[in-house]
C-alpha cells in the first residue's frame, strides 16, 4: 500500500507539471489543437504509467512475498532443527536418566552389600572380643591361681627355710669339733680319671725374665694351691695345653680374667700379677677332653704379650720373690741378738718379727672362727701368707693386693689388720644383698683350700660353713661327683630371690662331723660390714614376690 501511494503521490507531481504546461498553451492559439492531442497521450501515458507502477509493485509484493516465505522456510527449518535437537536432547537426557537410575540401584545394592559386610564383620568382632574377654578371663583366672601358688611355693619354702636354718643352728650347737680328714678333697678324686704322674719342676729365680704360655682363669691361683683343670675341646686353652704337654717345661702362667671377658685375651684385660702353675698330674685318654692337677708355684708380674698363632698366646714376665727375714725370737721368746738389732724396745721388734705376726693371727682366727683349722696351715711365712688368702673371706681386691704385695711382713700385717675385722662382716647374695652367713660360721673342709671344678669343666672356689640363713636348699642329696667325698650334694638357693649360691653337704657316714655344711660360691657373694647388710637380723624374712624378683634377675 505504501508503494502504491507513493506512485499516486509521484504521478500527481508530474500532472501538475503538465497541468501547467497546458496552462501555458492555452494562452497560445497555435497550439489548441495540439492540446487535445497530447491530452490523450498523457492519458494513455498516465496509463501505462499506472500499469507499469503496478507491476512494478507486484514485482516488489512478490520479491517481498517470496523474501518473506524464505524468511519463514528458514524459521521453520530452525524451528525444526531446534526440534530435532530438542529431542535429541530429551533422548540424552531419558538415556542419562536412566543410566542415573542404573547407577542409584548399583550404588544402592553395593551400600546394601556393604551393610551386610559390615554387620557381618561386627558380628565377627563381637564374636572375637567374646572369644578374647573369655580368654582374658581364663588367663586372669589362671594367673590368679598361679600366684596363689606361688605364694604357697613361697609359704612352703619360707618354712623348709625355717626347719633348715633350725637344723643348721642345731648342728652348730652340737659341732664342736672336725674330725673329718681335709686333706681328701685335696686328691680330687671325683675327677674319676687316672691320672699320670708328670715329673720334673721348674724354679725361676727371682728377677729372672721367662717366656710363658698364659692361660687366663675365672678364680685367682694362689701359690701352693692344688687344683683341677678340666679343658673341653675347641677352646684356646685346649690348643694351649696341647702345646704346653709337648714342651718340657710342664709350666704356664695363670692370670685372672673373668668369664664374662674370656674372650678379649689382651695383656692390659687381665691381672698383671699371676702365678707360675706346674702341672702335676695329667690325663689324656680321652681326645675331647684334658683333665690336668695342677700346682701354684711363683709369683710374676707381665711384662709383655703376643701371639705366637692365631690359638695360643705367650707371655713375657718377670718372677717375683718373697724375702724372709731371719727369725728375731728363740723359741723361749728371747731376742736372738740383741747386739746385732740394737737395744729398740722389744715390742718393736716383734712387730716386724714375721713369726710374731703368724702367732698373732692364729691367735685372732681361733678367736672369730674357732673351726677353722690353722694346724694344716704351712709353718713357712710367705706359704702362710698364701694360704691366709686362699683360706681366709677376704673382698676380692683384698687378695689381689696381698698377691701383689712384695714385702711378706706388710702382707702378714696387712692379713692380721683383715683377720681382726671379720667378725664385723657378712656374706650377703651378690644380687639382693642379703645376709647368708657370718664370717665366724667358717669351717676348714679342704687343707689346699676349697677350689674344685664340675663336669662341666667350670671351676668353682667355695667358702665352707657350718651354718647359713636365708637359703633354701633343693633336691634329693647325691654322691655323684662330690667334691668332698662321704658327704652328698644338693643344690642352694637365696631364699629372697632364688639366685644359685652353691651346695649343701649332708654326711653319708655315720660318726663324721659336721653332719652337715654348706659350699657358698666366692662369685656368688659379697663382703659388707654387719651395719652395710641390707636384709634384716630377723628370722622371718619373706621372700620377695615373683615382680620383684624379676627386678634382680
Same mark, same amino acid.
Given at each position: ?211 710363658? #704360655? ?31 704337654? =709337648? ?134 711365712? =710367705? ?60 669351717? %676348714? ?92 637380723? %630377723? ?12 627386678? #634382680?634377675?
Amino acid at each position: 500500500m505504501e508503494d502504491n501511494t507513493t506512485l499516486s503521490r509521484d504521478r500527481g507531481d508530474d500532472g501538475t507539471s503538465m497541468s501547467s504546461a497546458e496552462d501555458g498553451s492555452t494562452d497560445n492559439d497555435d497550439q489548441s489543437r495540439g492540446d487535445a492531442v497530447e491530452g490523450e497521450d498523457g492519458d494513455i501515458r498516465q496509463a501505462e504509467a499506472i500499469e507499469g507502477d503496478i507491476e512494478w509493485s507486484d514485482e516488489q509484493a512478490s520479491a517481498s512475498i517470496e523474501e518473506e516465505l524464505s524468511r519463514l522456510d528458514d524459521i521453520m527449518e530452525e524451528q525444526a532443527a531446534a526440534h530435532d535437537e530438542y529431542e535429541e536432547m530429551m533422548e540424552r537426557a531419558a538415556v542419562e536418566h536412566e543410566e542415573m537410575l542404573e547407577q542409584e540401584a548399583e550404588m544402592m545394592e553395593r551400600a546394601a552389600v556393604e551393610q551386610e559386610e559390615m554387620l557381618g564383620q561386627e558380628a565377627e568382632m563381637l564374636e572375637r572380643a567374646a572369644v578374647e574377654q573369655e580368654e582374658m578371663l581364663e588367663r586372669v583366672v589362671a594367673e590368679q591361681e598361679e600366684i596363689f601358688e606361688r605364694e604357697a611355693e613361697m609359704a612352703d619354702r619360707a618354712a623348709e627355710a625355717h626347719q633348715e636354718r633350725m637344723a643348721s643352728a642345731e648342728v652348730a650347737q652340737q659341732l664342736d669339733h672336725v674330725d673329718y680328714d681335709i686333706a681328701i678333697p685335696s686328691h680330687h678324686s671325683y675327677l674319676d680319671m687316672t691320672l699320670t704322674r708328670v715329673e720334673g719342676y721348674n724354679y725361676w729365680l727371682e728377677g729372672q725374665h721367662v717366656n710363658l #704360655y698364659m692361660i687366663p682363669l675365672d678364680v685367682i691361683v694362689i701359690p701352693g694351691q692344688t687344683f683341677p683343670l678340666r679343658i673341653r675341646e675347641n677352646t684356646i686353652q685346649f690348643t694351649m695345653v696341647r702345646a704346653l704337654l =709337648d714342651n718340657r717345661h710342664k709350666t704356664f702362667g695363670a692370670v685372672y680374667l673373668p668369664a664374662e671377658r674370656e674372650q678379649v685375651l689382651l695383656g692390659r684385660s687381665w691381672s698383671q700379677c699371676g702365678v707360675t702353675v706346674q702341672i702335676v698330674e695329667v690325663s689324656d685318654d680321652n681326645s675331647r677332653e684334658i683333665v690336668l692337677k695342677c700346682k701354684g708355684r711363683q709369683r710374676f708380674k707381665t711384662i709383655s704379650t703376643q701371639r705366637r698363632s692365631v690359638l695360643t698366646l705367650h707371655a713375657k714376665v718377670q718372677i717375683l720373690a718373697d724375702h724372709i727375714p731371719p727369725r728375731l725370737y728363740d723359741s723361749m721368746g728371747r731376742l736372738r741378738d740383741p747386739f746385732k738389732f740394737g737395744s729398740h724396745p722389744s715390742w718393736l721388734y716383734k712387730h716386724h718379727d714375721v713369726y710374731a705376726i703368724m702367732k698373732s693371727i692364729k691367735v685372732e682366727i681361733t678367736k672369730y672362727s674357732p673351726l677353722v683349722k690353722v694346724d694344716v696351715a704351712p709353718t713357712q711365712p =710367705d706359704m702362710f701368707s698364701y694360704w691366709l688368702i686362699s683360706a681366709m673371706p677376704f673382698k676380692f681386691n683384698q687378695r689381689v693386693k696381698m698377691l701383689r704385695e712384695n714385702s711378706l711382713v706388710v702382707r702378714l700385717k696387712s692379713q692380721l689388720d683383715h683377720i681382726k675385722e671379720l667378725n664385723k662382716f657378712d656374706y650377703c647374695c651378690q644380687l639382693c644383698g642379703t645376709d647368708i652367713v657370718n664370717s665366724s660360721r667358717l669351717v %676348714s673342709m679342704s687343707a689346699d683350700g676349697p677350689f674344685f671344678v664340675n663336669p662341666a669343666g667350670i671351676a668353682f672356689e667355695l667358702i665352707t660353713a657350718y651354718s647359713v640363713q636365708h637359703t633354701l636348699a633343693r633336691g634329693d642329696p647325691q654322691t655323684k661327683d662330690s667334691w668332698f667325698p662321704g658327704y652328698a650334694w644338693s643344690y642352694l638357693s637365696c631364699l629372697r630371690c632364688d639366685s644359685f649360691l652353691g651346695w649343701k653337704f649332708t654326711a653319708v657316714v655315720e660318726d663324721t662331723q659336721p653332719r652337715l655344711f654348706y659350699g657358698i660360691q666366692r662369685k656368688a657373694v659379697k663382703v659388707l660390714r654387719q651395719s652395710e647388710t641390707d636384709a634384716e637380723e %630377723s628370722s622371718d624374712i619373706e621372700p620377695i614376690s615373683v615382680q620383684s624378683r624379676l627386678f #634382680y634377675l
